[in-house]
């Protein structure tokens, strides 16, 4: 009895083996065709690299010839969905151009490796979204964006843009990118509530806010909510301290090489910071919590936090959470810019932020291009820009102001007007290895495993290499 | 001698009751996260945050797993088996082809190749990225759920061969070489003997290849850029929002990921025991 | 006479690489497109200074490989991947093959045990760092928790320097007992059932069957396990992405996620692959020379 079944068993399965063999037959002859095709493929890289460099944006990546336009970005959710959506829709209706638009959203966590890995192949979409800065800046060097002004010029839309988009969205005096979404400053949100609560006004200084934080600990309220796992979300205090001690400049010249990191208001900035962790103004633990997962927002939604310095993208969040569970958290949230260094000169209406968050490049010539910049118009037509504000998001367009009604994004579109000018993001606006040299350093300082000198020290020396081997 | 005995009876019942507080423990261990993981995935996005991760769901909320199921899951989840079953099939048949002759044949290269072999465990996948996707875009698979299948077999085999090795040569050779006298060749050997015997190695395989396929994210993320052609992997990504990530409807998402594998194995381990024991040579 | 037996041999020789031939065709051709092409590929682009994306490549010879071996970060990563291999084989393989033994030794009224230690294994690494985040939050955390009760302060395993691998080295031990679990389970099998009976009917213990019948037996298996934890944790990427990313600062850095960093954030896809196929000789270096080790030492005994 055993036997036979065992018997059967080899028979059963022998069968089922054959008919792999012969699927797996089939496979391998097919494989082994691909290691030949890849061969070749290989060695078309090598011969066409050369001809790449000559032209490389005429190689565009979709399959040329048809009417399409490949369209990249992350706008996999919500309202960045929709607001790419309207926009093709309008394009397709009214366009003349005869091409469509292929919408590609990916999630955006490892966007930017996608790019890279279709860049390197030559398989570079014809339009895709950036954070300009850094990255965008390799991307144009790399010959994966061509210059707009003539296109700006002829459908006339460089005047609905407000500068500091433009300026943004700019490389070596050309502009090469359109702006697109939110208006991302940093600052600070903060609840009113817990203010009145606890008799604190609004302040305008870094002792009032000193103050103010003090006030709060006493009274068993984390003065600030922060998540500082991904390291972008403390370099903003960085940010907005070295900007109030010392101005735009002292940043400016490091980036350019003409001055450096280790500049006093640097070191100003890495030493409030540590004062601040010293006097227990962030949650416990803030240095390891993931700000994605919602571990920041946690606390001032709880309200037992008092303020919340972060990216102005965050107003849309607030609202529908808010919304979504029914409460009126949201009528206890505003918003004001980072307050001034009471001995420093620095012009206090400087922002850190970007002024469009989302840049589209183009990567196409002629006919295309021009059917692919026109569609980009759309994504500030006066429909798109009517939805974005409706959903919280402040679109980089002069006059906006006049349409939004919500108070949070009022003030923050107030400061916007208001502000002489607006540094990028460093991690954007660095080379994205001295970038990492400025985040991972100033974790550390946060950690108070680092001191601040020696913190600006090696994001120095990362600047110098860099500098060095360009 | 009595004495003796009871107090091997005491002994063997303390250590007994000790190994199964242990087990208990492990099993808190093991499940805990995974219950949270069930419990968020009812809440609200809100209620998450302000109740925190650990407090039970206030009530059966079932609006993100309809909406989950709602945005193209069932076409992701398709997609997932399909590369699963045929990533398998491949992985354990040629897995089993390359061990057989590694394990019980004696020819000069053979250590040579084995070593080969084992040293592409080393490769870290990212750097091979780039040109496998050259790859796929000159064979035009890319964008397509066959291009995941070549990727996922390559990077399972080094490790299964290596595994499946070592198991093989466990096998007794008696067996063989009375085969071998019956005039019995070598290919025969291989479906009729061998297989079946290595049945606990492939089933342990299928599992570890199995659960690594299907949560195989790098891969599916850089060969496919359509919806239609997506995984589920990706389809826990799709819920990312740029800024904003709706943690209880990701954890929605993984629930449903994890729950067919749990029901597979739950299913699966009986056949699996059944397959060991089967495997096992008596007499 | 003696003659004939020798061509005997022979062809009898020729038939097995012949068979060998065969049955390795396929593996090695899928490894060639796959792996090897590769690997090859990425040791030429280490002998570039290139972004990645543009046209034009700089050959600047070994000065990659230079830079490479006098990189205190990279060194960094490999003492991380070295400690997390130590402990990984420590803390692993021990509590899979105590969980399968138990199961073998409690026989059907284990299944439940089986299942349920099965779960961590099939959760993705995204599920895990997201639930780990919030176990060992500092504030509300379940290790926090813990420590009050005993009247002790909040506490933050992975904002410390000192504390963050050690801890990420506990979610990967508590994502991969499973496969230890199974692994062990399956190298019983091996072990015949007879040997089993035979030992309890000569008055053994389940101890001393376990100690001095089983184990022995299990050995091969381990060590095979052992080079498998080996590889895995020194190319170990996963996790540490989505946990720490490699912090606070570079606490946590690996080889891999310091590769992925210069090959794709920072556009240094030259020194990237330098460091990916550094990657590749230190690993198998390290691995054919445990392997080596190992089986002289089977020799011997």
Redesign the interface.
């Known amino acids: 009895m055993k036997k036979r079944t065992k018997r059967i068993m080899a028979l059963g399965l022998s069968v089922l083996m054959c008919f792999s063999v012969a699927a797996c037959g089939g496979g391998t002859e097919d494989t082994s065709q691909g290691g030949g095709e890849s061969n070749q493929a290989s060695a078309d890289n090598g011969g066409g690299a050369a001809d790449t460099a000559e032209a490389p944006a005429a190689d565009s990546g979709s399959d040329s010839g048809d009417k399409v336009i490949t369209f990249w970005n992350v706008g996999t959710e919500g309202a960045d969905k929709e607001t790419y959506e309207m926009a093709i829709r309008q394009f397709q209706e009214n366009s003349q151009s005869g091409y469509t638009i292929e919408n590609i959203p990916t999630q955006n966590d490892k966007y930017k490796e996608k790019l890279v890995i279709a860049m390197s192949s030559g398989e570079c979409p014809d339009m895709y979204t950036t954070w300009s800065g850094g990255p965008m800046n390799e991307y144009i060097d790399s010959g994966y964006a061509q210059p707009l002004d003539d296109l700006y010029e002829k459908y006339g839309v460089k005047e609905r843009f407000m500068e500091g988009a433009l300026e943004q969205a700019s490389y070596n005096g050309k502009i090469y990118a359109v702006p697109v979404k939110n208006i991302s400053i940093a600052g600070i949100y903060y609840n009113k509530d817990l203010f009145a609560k606890c008799g604190v006004s609004v302040p305008t200084t870094v002792s009032e806010l000193e103050a103010a934080c003090d006030t709060f600990l006493a009274n068993g309220i984390i003065p600030f909510t922060l998540a500082n796992g991904p390291k972008w979300t403390g370099s903003m205090y960085f940010q907005c301290l070295a900007a109030r001690k010392g101005g735009l400049e002292p940043f400016q010249k490091a980036a350019a090489g003409d001055g450096s990191f280790e500049d006093e208001c640097f070191v100003y900035a890495g030493e409030k910071i540590q004062e601040w962790v010293n006097k227990g103004y962030f949650p416990e633990g803030f240095n390891s919590m993931s700000e994605d997962d919602g571990q920041a927002k946690a606390f001032f939604y709880t309200e037992e936090a008092a303020m919340y310095l972060t990216g102005s993208w965050n107003t849309a969040a607030f609202k529908t959470d808010s919304e979504d569970a029914g409460n009126d958290f949201y009528s206890k949230v505003d918003w004001f810019s980072f307050p001034a260094v009471d001995d420093s000169s620095a012009d206090a209406s400087i922002l850190c932020g970007t002024m469009g968050d989302q840049f589209v490049s183009f990567n196409c010539t002629d006919e295309k291009l021009d059917a692919a910049f026109e569609f980009a118009t759309y994504l500030s037509s006066d429909e798109t820009i009517d939805y974005m504000v409706s959903a919280s998001l402040i679109p980089p367009v002069a006059g906006v102001e006049d349409k939004i009604t919500d108070p949070v994004s009022k003030s923050i579109i107030d400061a916007a007007n208001k502000a002489s000018a607006v540094q990028l993001w460093y991690d954007q606006y660095l080379n994205p290895t001295v970038a990492n040299a400025h985040l991972d350093g100033n974790q550390e300082v946060f950690g108070l495993t680092m001191t601040p000198e020696e913190a600006n020290t090696k994001m120095q020396a990362a600047q110098t290499e860099y500098l060095s081997g360009k | 001698m009595e004495k003796e005995y009871k107090k091997?009876i005491n002994?063997?019942r303390i250590?007994w009751v000790s190994?199964i507080l242990?087990?208990v423990i492990?099993?808190m261990?093991?499940?805990l996260?995974?219950i949270?993981?069930v419990f968020n995935s009812f809440k609200?996005?809100?209620?998450?945050?302000?109740k925190?991760?650990?407090a039970p769901p206030e009530k059966l909320n079932l609006t993100n797993y309809e909406e989950v199921l709602a945005g193209g899951f069932v076409k992701y989840f398709g997609n997932s088996v399909f590369v699963l079953c045929l990533s398998l099939?491949?992985v354990l048949?040629?897995?089993a082809?390359?061990a057989?002759?590694?394990a019980r044949?004696?020819?000069r290269m053979?250590g040579f190749?084995y070593?080969v072999?084992?040293?592409?465990?080393?490769?870290?996948?990212?750097?091979?990225?780039?040109?496998?996707?050259?790859?796929t875009?000159?064979?035009k698979i890319y964008d397509t759920i066959w291009a995941m299948i070549?990727?996922n077999?390559?990077?399972a085999?080094?490790?299964s061969?290596?595994?499946l090795t070592?198991?093989m040569?466990?096998?007794p050779r008696e067996i063989e070489e009375s085969a071998e006298i019956d005039g019995c060749n070598?290919?025969r050997m291989?479906?009729?003997m061998i297989?079946?015997l290595a049945k606990?190695?492939l089933?342990?395989l299928a599992?570890?290849n199995g659960?690594n396929i299907w949560?195989e994210?790098?891969f599916a993320?850089?060969l496919t850029?359509?919806p239609k052609n997506r995984t589920l992997?990706?389809a826990?990504?799709?819920?990312?929002?740029?800024?904003?990530?709706?943690?209880p409807m990701?954890?929605a998402v993984?629930t449903l990921?994890?729950l067919p594998?749990?029901l597979l194995?739950?299913f699966a381990?009986d056949k699996l025991v059944k397959g060991?024991?089967?495997?096992?040579?008596?007499? | 006479m003696n003659n004939h037996a020798d061509t005997l041999g022979k062809r009898r020789q020729r038939s097995t690489n012949i068979a060998a031939f065969v049955f390795l065709l396929p593996v090695f051709l899928i490894l060639t497109i796959f792996i090897f092409y590769p690997i090859i590929d990425s040791f030429i682009i280490s002998t570039y200074r290139w972004n990645g994306i543009a046209a034009d490549k700089v050959f600047v010879g070994l000065s990659n490989w230079g830079k490479l071996i006098g990189d205190r970060e990279f060194w960094f990563a490999f003492r991380n991947n070295i400690l997390i291999m130590i402990l990984s084989i420590v803390i692993q393989i021990p509590i899979g093959l105590a969980e399968a033994t138990f199961i073998e030794f409690a026989g059907k009224k284990a299944t439940v045990c089986k299942v349920l230690w099965f779960i961590p294994m099939l959760m993705s690494s995204v599920a895990i760092g997201f639930l780990f985040n919030y176990a060992l939050a500092a504030n509300g955390g379940m290790v926090s928790a813990v420590s009050k009760l005993f009247g002790g302060g909040n506490i933050d395993l992975l904002g410390n320097k000192n504390t963050a691998l050690i801890t990420v080295i506990l979610v990967i031990a508590w994502q991969f007992i499973p496969f230890y679990m199974v692994y062990c389970m399956a190298a019983y099998t091996n072990v015949s059932e007879d040997v089993y009976e035979a030992s309890l009917i000569d008055g053994a213990t389940k101890g001393q069957y376990f100690w001095q019948i089983a184990l022995p037996l299990l050995t091969p298996s381990i060590k095979s396990a052992a080079i498998l934890s080996m590889v895995g944790s020194l190319k170990y990427f996963d996790l540490i992405y989505v946990m720490t990313g490699g912090g606070p600062g570079t606490a946590t850095e690996l080889m891999a996620t310091y590769m992925y960093k210069n090959a794709f954030v920072q556009f240094n896809m030259g020194y990237g692959s330098a460091v990916a196929a550094g990657m590749f000789i230190l690993i198998t270096v390290l691995s054919l020379v445990t392997m080596r080790v190992i089986n002289g030492k089977k020799e011997e005994a």
């Not at chain 2, 072999?117 to 990225?129: E, S």
């Open positions: 091997s002994k063997s250590s190994a242990l087990a492990a099993t261990a093991a499940v996260p995974f949270f993981m609200g996005k809100f209620e998450m945050l302000t925190g991760v650990f099939l491949f048949f040629i897995s082809c390359a057989y002759p590694l044949f004696q020819f053979n190749l070593a072999i084992v040293a592409c465990m080393a490769i870290p996948i990212h750097i091979t990225l780039i040109p496998v996707f050259q790859m875009k000159s064979l070549g990727p077999v390559a990077f085999l080094p490790i061969v290596f595994i070592s198991f040569m466990g096998i070598k290919y291989f479906f009729t297989l079946p606990p190695g089933s342990t599992i570890y659960v949560n994210f790098s993320y850089t850029q359509s992997p990706l826990v990504w799709d819920f990312q929002g740029q800024y904003s990530m709706n943690t990701i954890m993984l990921t994890v594998m749990i194995f739950i381990q060991m024991t089967a495997g096992a040579v008596k007499g």
